[in-house]
């Protein structure tokens, strides 16, 4: 298993371009989201997915958008980049069954908006 | 404001010593707790978790305490070894559907001196 795999590693846009951050895992989870991580603050919600067809909002969902056509991809598009979108950004999957499930992680998308 | 706090940026333990990282939370409404290790350039990756119902969780070398009532929790680590330095994040998670949204501290910068 490949586990969860992330493209592209870095990335760099200017302001006002568009992109997709690519994510896809081989596990079969159900779950699977996009946190970002910046110096001093930990990592934070983006957006998140229960199943193919549903996502939903995290704690800071503004200037991203998703979807999940399948199990396997959650692809997270920046519209419009804006340099306070400079970050470390992960994907994580993880089971949806009852009780508490550890998430996996991807290396991560280091992207730099100018 | 931070739900989950580490108040500690960074910490230094000499190789076979006592590490101890804490984390600190503010919502009474979380009940599921998870420390994840993350070196450079990696994602994170999970260590050990426990629940609120609760106090202690042992996993080898790496025991997790929960003080409900301080809100507190602490990772200890014994003995520590060179490769256990990388950043120590602690997560927390809530009940039933907020299961998987993941409330993350900022990190502590373990070192363990050989």
């Known amino acids: 298993n490949a586990g969860v795999t992330q493209t592209p590693k870095f990335q760099v846009l200017k302001t006002g371009q568009s992109m997709t951050l690519q994510c896809a895992q081989d596990?079969?989870?159900?779950?699977m989201s996009w946190y970002r991580q910046d110096p001093g603050m930990g990592l934070r919600l983006i957006h998140y997915?229960?199943?193919?067809?549903?996502?939903d909002q995290g704690e800071v969902p503004n200037g991203y958008n998703v979807s999940r056509s399948t199990t396997e991809d959650f692809p997270l598009r920046l519209l419009s980049a804006a340099p306070s979108q400079t970050s470390v950004y992960f994907c994580?999957?993880?089971?949806?069954?009852?009780?508490?499930?550890?998430?996996?992680f991807g290396p991560g998308t280091r992207l730099t908006v100018l | 404001d931070q739900q989950v706090k580490q108040n500690s940026p960074s910490l230094s333990v000499q190789e076979g010593r006592i590490s101890i990282l804490n984390c600190d939370y503010t919502n009474s409404m979380f009940d599921y707790f998870l420390w994840y290790k993350k070196y450079p350039a990696e994602g994170p990756t999970f260590l050990i978790s426990?629940?609120?119902?609760?106090d202690k969780n042992e996993d080898g070398r790496f025991t997790v305490f929960l003080n409900k009532s301080a809100k507190h929790l602490s990772l200890h680590i014994v003995p520590s070894q060179p490769g256990d330095s990388a950043v120590y994040f602690c997560a927390a998670s809530g009940a039933d559907g907020s299961a998987r949204q993941l409330t993350f501290g900022s990190g502590t910068q373990l070192t363990v001196l050989p």
């Open positions: 426990i629940s609120s119902i609760k």
């Open positions: 997915s229960v199943g193919a067809g549903i996502t």
């Open positions: 994580a999957s993880s089971y949806l069954r009852t009780g508490h499930n550890e998430q996996f």
């Open positions: 596990m079969n989870h159900e779950y």
